[in-house]
């Protein structure tokens, strides 16, 4: 079993920057892919940006170039750096690990607010 806790959400103007943490406890050494996903209200939750345990990266084509997803060596921890925020980024955030067999496991979520 793997854990998640995400931290560094908030409420930020446009074109501010955050960043975000998850934080993995647990078999962590099982984690195949760390990623970031997000839900809008009335939407449904998609994937952010991705990185893989070899360091392949993936972005949603709509935060490529302001959004950069990074972790540790040991997998347990990842980062999702945010710059130049528009409101349409808001959104609770979730962190996200898929272990070897395929199993998916989530954090809590993160309120992310761009807003002036």
């Known amino acids: 079993q793997v854990q998640l806790v995400e931290s560094g959400g908030g409420l930020v103007q446009p074109g501010a920057s955050l960043r975000l943490s998850c934080v993995a406890s647990g078999r962590f050494s099982s984690i195949s892919v760390m990623g970031w996903y997000r839900q809008a209200p009335g939407k449904e939750r998609e994937l952010v940006a991705a990185i893989t345990g070899g360091g392949t990266t993936n972005y949603e084509d709509s935060v490529k170039g302001r959004f950069t997803i990074s972790r540790n060596s040991v997998k347990s921890a990842w980062y999702l750096q945010m710059s130049s925020l528009k409101p349409e980024d808001t959104a609770v955030y979730y962190c996200?690990?898929?272990?070897?067999?395929?199993?998916?496991?989530w954090g809590q979520g993160t309120q992310v607010t761009v807003s002036s």
């Open positions: 996200n690990a898929v272990d070897y067999y395929a199993k998916n496991y």
